[in-house]
């Protein structure tokens, strides 16, 4: 735990530059992360990467949701270290974890894409999702925590109806 936790200390350290150098996360997290991935058991390197990974994403979260760039540029450089240096840095962690594992990554992708968007089409991007929520007969939260129960669930109240 203390070699995930250093590791993600690295990550915020990168993140108050984020918006203003490049390959800040490449420099920070990966020359100590491929040390580790050298030194440790396979199985004891596997729990650091996962509680690194976890870590992270949710840190970079938190600090893109605190996040007031003052230009595009601080967004752009922002989007570049969050997204493809992020995951560059962390290759030696994801290299050995399953794809469920690496969940937590899913939605930094995706706030990153989102925040690359040009504003006009991420203003209609938002007033889209915003319709599709109001429009789901099922909570968007349902659906993600266990889509096939929603279906399941659909098809038997469509075969009583029946």
């Known amino acids: 735990a203390r070699f995930a936790e250093s590791l993600v200390g690295l990550v915020h350290k990168g993140l108050r530059r984020a918006d ?25 390197f596997r729990r650091v990467a996962q509680q690194l990974v976890a870590s992270a994403a949710s840190a970079v979260l938190q600090h893109l949701r605190q ?22 840095a962390l290759s030696p962690a994801t290299a050995v974890l399953e794809d469920a594992e690496l969940a937590p990554l899913r939605p930094l992708r995706d706030s990153c894409s989102l925040l690359a968007l040009p504003r ?16 789901a007969p099922v909570a968007p939260t349902e659906l993600v925590q266990d889509p096939n129960s929603v279906l399941r ?10």
């Open 20 to 44: 203003s150098e490049t390959c800040i996360f490449t420099f920070e997290v990966t020359p100590p992360l491929s040390s580790l991935s050298r030194r440790l058991r396979p199985s004891a």
């Open 67 to 88: 996040a007031a760039f003052q230009s595009h540029a601080q967004a752009e450089l922002f989007v570049e270290n969050c997204g493809q240096d992020l995951l560059a």
């Open 153 to 162: 669930r659909r098809q038997a109240e469509g075969m009583q109806s029946a």
């Open 120 to 135: 006009a089409e991420a203003e209609r991007l938002l007033e889209e999702l915003r319709r599709v929520v109001a429009c």
